[in-house]
């Protein structure tokens, strides 16, 4: 399968996480339907506008001009200050929801982040159906609306999540370039700015196609190397890969929404196996080991329930994650529709750190289920324990995946018994 790039765009970011915020809180107004902006004062008529609402861009407001001019266009226009807390909190609860689909994810600012769909395309009817997972899911549980750009190539799909917005799915492949892309102004092509745009503008260059068919070397001459960089993105080349980052050490989940909603235990226990994996994975990359797992489960009817359990010693293996992971679910199921399924891995330590022994000596886990009722239960599990075996084997695993791809080698599920 060839490479496939997601570009997920949150539509008028610092707009939008301010207008869910005053809804959350009462608002009757949503900023997002009226002109409206977030930045500067009214009445000092000071700053620039940061972000706008589509109605507000109707009066021919833009981003970075000066609320007295953005005033000027529309004496009734909603003015916001800026609130970087809440676009802090809005911006990692986007991310992590990215990190609980796949390892693979790059932000590319609070608002925006490349994610890599070729590994996780197995898990999905096409690259379409898992941006409309993500665009729902984002808009369901957070109330924010994403654009999402889908490409073989990332430069193609950061453009394709700037077509018609909000809320929409856009695909720009190398081989939709001359249909989709050539006939845009060169102003719309990805890091050229306005001075470029009229650089090219006067050299007789209005079309991304047209510069796309101009020779290098005239670029080059007037824009320097910038002339390549965008003779290239209008050509769609661009062969750079998705740079991940690692996240805080608080805690290291996944979670999935499944296809089709799971009725069984075997399945069930597959998709956890799959994330337990990953969150292995993800410890040992990070150099640490967890003292607590916690598995969710969200039902059909979008209510959501997990489990949580200290573990009597710090573990990391995806067999151990597992075997933990298994005894929480069947505490928690309930025997409904499931369609998300998540594990995470918190209270982490580092290998040499000493830990306190748990008052449960006799080889049990002390674990509680809260949910989103804030129910509270006690309860018990088999104390799982990692086996120098396991870390051996899994150790030569992630050896030969590092050396010869993800693919080229798998383990075997454990029983579901």
Same mark, same amino acid.
């Given at each position: ?143 924010? =609306? &994403?654009?999402?750009?889908? /490409? +073989?190539? %990332? ?8 077509? @018609? ?128 797992? =916690? &598995?969710?489960?969200?039902? /059909? +009817?979008? %209510? ?8 009597? @010693? ?52 002390s674990h509680d289920a809260r949910d989103t009722d804030g129910a509270h239960s006690q309860d018990t599990a088999p104390l799982t324990v990692d086996s120098e075996k396991n870390k051996k084997l899994e150790a030569a695993l992630r050896s030969i995946r590092d050396r010869y791809g993800k693919d080229s080698i798998t383990k075997g599920k454990p029983g579901r018994g």
């Open positions: 399968m060839d490479k496939i790039f997601f570009h997920i765009d949150v539509n008028s970011a610092f707009l939008s996480w301010t207008a869910v915020d005053k809804l959350n809180n009462g608002a009757t107004v949503d900023l997002r339907e009226v002109p409206s902006i977030i930045g500067g004062d009214r009445a000092t008529r000071h700053g620039i506008v940061t972000a706008k609402s589509i109605p507000a861009k109707r009066f021919g407001i833009e981003t970075a001009e000066p609320v007295a001019s953005a005033l000027k266009k529309c004496p009734n226009l909603l003015i916001e200050s800026p609130n970087f807390k809440l676009y802090s909190h809005m911006s990692r609860l986007f991310k992590d929801y990215l990190y609980s689909l796949t390892d693979d994810v790059e932000p590319a600012s609070i608002d925006e982040c490349y994610m890599y769909y070729t590994p996780i395309a197995h898990l999905y009817e096409s690259p379409e159906a898992c941006a409309a997972m993500i665009r729902h899911h984002i808009y369901t549980e957070f109330g924010f =609306t &994403v654009n999402v750009g889908i /490409s +073989d190539r %990332k430069v193609l799909a950061k453009m394709a999540s700037d077509f @018609s917005k909000p809320d929409k799915t856009h695909t720009l492949y190398s081989y939709e370039i001359k249909q989709k892309l050539w006939p845009l102004p060169v102003r719309d092509l990805f890091l050229c700015g306005k001075s470029a745009a009229a650089t090219l503008n006067k050299l007789g260059i209005f079309t991304i196609g047209e510069l796309a068919q101009t020779d290098p070397a005239i670029l080059t001459s007037h824009l320097k190397s910038h002339g390549i960089t965008l003779w290239e993105f209008a050509n769609g080349i661009d062969d750079s890969g998705i740079v991940t980052e690692p996240q805080e050490a608080k805690g290291i989940g996944n979670s999935t929404t499944v296809a089709h909603d799971i009725t069984e235990r075997a399945p069930a226990s597959d998709v956890l196996f799959s994330l337990c994996e990953s969150v292995s994975k993800r410890l040992h990359d990070a150099g640490f080991l967890a003292m607590q797992v =916690t &598995v969710e489960i969200k039902y /059909s +009817d979008f %209510k959501s329930f997990s489990h949580q359990c200290a573990t009597e @010693s710090p573990i990391e293996t995806a067999a151990a994650l597992h075997t933990v992971s298994m005894s929480l679910f069947d505490k928690l199921w309930n025997g409904d529709p499931i369609r998300l399924l998540g594990v995470r891995a918190s209270k982490l330590v580092k290998p040499d750190e000493p830990y306190q022994l748990s008052l449960f000596s006799e080889g049990y886990l």
